[in-house]
Structure formats: C-alpha cells, structure tokens
C-alpha cells in the first residue's frame, strides 16, 4: 500500500507562481513513474506531466514552457512548478505514483484569479 499526500495549492494569480508538492509513504520499494492529473469544473481530467523513473519529463502541451515537474528521489517526493498560470489552468490537481497499480493523491486545489 502507498499514500500520497498533496500539499501546495492555493489562489495565484496570473503571473505569479505556485509549487505543487506530492509526498510518497508506504511499500515503495522501487523509483516508480510520478507525475501529475488535473480536472477543470465540467472537464475530463487530463495528464499534465509526468516523470520517469530517470527523472526524464513529458509535459501536456498547454503546459510546456511554463510547468516544470521534479522529483527528489531520496524523499519519494514529486513536484510541480507552476510559473505563468492562465485562468485555464484553474482545476484540482491530483498526483499519481506508477506501480503495479496507479496510487493517487487526494487532490489540491489550484485556483489562477482573472
């Protein structure tokens, strides 16, 4: 069993910045695929990013060039550094570990005021 616990949402606006944290505990045994979901109020939930187990990134691209994910291995810690959030951007943020199963955060949410 692993939990993920999510912290770093907040209301920012745009311009400012925001740095998502997502904290794995329990039977990790392993460096696993993390990285990050999003869902907008009436949206489908969508991958945002996501990073492998040798720290390489994929980025949705409405998010290239402004999100940056991270991960620091030693504290199973995931990251999402938001700079230049859009109104667009607004959603609940979930994070999700890769094992034989998908392990999910309990969702922070991120508001970008207009």
């Known amino acids: 069993q692993v939990q993920l616990v999510e912290s770093g949402g907040g209301l920012v606006q745009p311009g400012g910045s925001l740095r998502l944290s997502c904290a794995a505990s329990?039977?990790?045994?392993?460096?696993?695929?993390m990285g990050w979901y999003r869902q907008a109020p009436g949206k489908e939930r969508e991958l945002v990013a996501s990073?492998?187990?040798?720290?390489?990134?994929n980025y949705a691209d409405s998010v290239k060039g402004r999100f940056t994910i991270s991960r620091e291995n030693a504290k199973n810690t995931v990251y999402l550094q938001m700079n230049e959030p859009k109104p667009e951007d607004t959603a609940v943020y979930y994070c999700?570990?890769?094992?034989?199963?998908?392990?999910w955060g309990q969702g922070t949410q991120v508001t970008v005021s207009s």
């Open positions: 990073i492998n187990s040798s720290g390489r990134p």
């Open positions: 329990g039977s990790i045994f392993s460096i696993n695929p």
């Open positions: 999700y570990l890769q094992a034989l199963v998908r392990y």
